[in-house]
């Protein structure tokens, strides 16, 4: 029963069994209706028959010959002032009488319904109602009413044997059809899906639409399309992947190699020659840039940590550490201005966010910005942190790309990862860093992060 064909076969048998129900109960009611008329017709017949004798003399053994014939206790006819009539020596007491000019549709409903409902009734009911050949006469039938219950019992038995083959024939053409227009499809459709997560790699798995015209078709193409891209994603991540592993291990070669070379420049800053003294400083910072390079491209290109264990902190202390560390990378070229108030607190990996704000100060300062200020404010359970600063701007070149790893530097040689690393980490406490505004008097960026996590 958990299948959507046995689902389909049992819904479509509920549905026409309901069909017929609805069907059937004005027809028990429209085959009182036509019973009850026919014994007043029969009864009519009785009373021609009658005329017919001399004198319209009945004898008793006719009289009972009549009544037999139509299985009644009596009859009666009215024809203007005239009255006749054949009846039992000893006819029992009605117990009710049904009029059929008075009845509604609702009340033949009720009394089938009643009549179905006694099969053995005792009871003598008497029909009242004009004949159906002459409505000038007017018929009055006195019968048993089981007469009645058992011939709606016979009806009922045929429609009801007649329902169960109509719905079962009609269940079982809607089955056969559904079966082979949705079931079959979506069966296929549903094992493809499953093959193909198996093993996405393998052509073979990609599905084969059948290039039907509709909401299958239209989903068998769908599904190919997706597969094809998915295999060819997957194949370009695997390819970068190979790559990023390559370019990890390049760079942790070399930010050796360029680590071992800034132990001798520190030696060559003490040396006697003046001009070997002079290019040293140069030579330093750029290899401290090729040094912290090496150390964007491993970080991003590394896994990704997603532990962030929560500190409690001074948000302004932490302000202080950064502006000490620009001021140390610049030589003093940069600063960074703090407009935190003492006791802002906030909730965070103080590393993480130590990142977060040196890298900005970084890309700021190397950009040409001579003045950093950070400032934040509560709003709203948050913490809005602005780091502005009076640099050049960003170009549009780098807004257009903006926190795209390798794309998005304002400067030559430049990588991107900074604004890319710093969003992430920012991003992993719940929060997120957008551009406020840049142009020719600098650029501000917005870190917004949760008070408490």
């Known amino acids: 029963m958990h299948s959507l064909s046995a689902r389909l076969l049992v819904l479509t048998i509920f549905f026409v069994m309901v069909a017929e129900v609805l069907i059937f109960v004005p027809s028990v009611a429209r085959f009182r209706s036509d019973w009850l008329t026919e014994k007043l017709e029969s009864a009519h017949l009785a009373i021609i ?7 319209f003399m009945v004898s008793e053994r006719l009289s009972m010959q009549l009544l037999g014939a139509i299985d009644s206790r009596g009859i009666f006819a009215r024809r203007g002032g005239a009255k006749q009539m054949v009846v039992e020596d000893m006819p029992p007491p009605i117990d009710e ?30 029909v009242v109602g004009p004949a159906p050949r002459d409505s000038a006469v007017q018929m009055e039938v006195v019968f048993d009413e089981q007469q009645l219950s058992g011939a709606l019992i016979d009806f009922a038995g045929r429609i009801f044997l007649l329902s169960l083959v109509i719905s079962g024939m009609t269940a079982a ?23 193909f997560r198996e093993e996405p790699d393998d052509e073979r798995r990609v599905m084969r639409p059948t290039h039907r015209q509709d909401e299958v ?42 680590s071992t070379a800034l132990v001798v420049f ?92 040196e890298n900005l100060a970084r890309n700021a300062a190397q950009n040409g910005a001579g003045t950093i200020r950070i400032d934040a404010h509560p709003a709203n359970g948050e913490i809005q942190v602005d780091v502005c600063d009076n640099g050049p701007g960003l170009p549009p070149v780098a807004l257009e790309n903006l926190f795209k790893p390798f794309s998005a530097s304002a400067r030559a040689g430049g990588t991107g990862l900074g604004l890319v690393i710093a969003r992430e980490l920012v991003q992993n406490h ?21 008070v408490s996590r």
């Open 49 to 55: 028959a009658i005329d017919m004798t001399p004198e």
């Open 97 to 126: 009488t049904f009029d059929q000019d008075a009845e509604g549709t609702w009340d033949q409903i009720r009394e089938a319904l009643l009549a179905l409902g006694r099969p053995g009734s005792p009871r003598v009911v008497r």
């Open 173 to 195: 053409l809607v089955f056969i059809s559904l079966q082979w227009l949705l079931v079959r499809p979506m069966r296929r459709i549903t094992e493809n899906m499953i093959a």
């Open 217 to 258: 078709g239209l989903a068998e193409e769908e599904l190919a399309g997706m597969q094809r891209a998915l295999r060819q994603a997957l194949r370009q991540q695997e390819h970068l992947a190979a790559l990023g592993t390559a370019v990890a291990k390049i760079n942790h070669d070399l930010r050796g190699i360029l």
């Open 266 to 357: 520190d030696r060559l800053e003490n040396s006697e020659d003046p001009d070997v003294r002079r290019i040293t400083p140069t030579l330093f910072s750029s290899i401290d840039r090729a040094v912290h390079l090496c150390s964007e491209i491993l970080d991003y290109a590394g896994p990704k940590k997603l532990e962030t264990a929560a500190d409690r902190f001074a948000l302004s202390d932490l302000v202080v550490d950064v502006a000490h560390n620009i001021d140390t990378l610049t030589n003093g070229k940069s600063c960074v201005i703090s407009g935190v108030e003492a006791g802002l607190e906030l909730t965070a990996n103080r590393e993480q966010m130590f990142r977060v704000f």
């Open 430 to 450: 719940g929060g997120d860093l957008v551009i406020l505004e840049t142009g020719d008097t600098g650029a501000t960026f917005r870190i917004t992060l949760p």
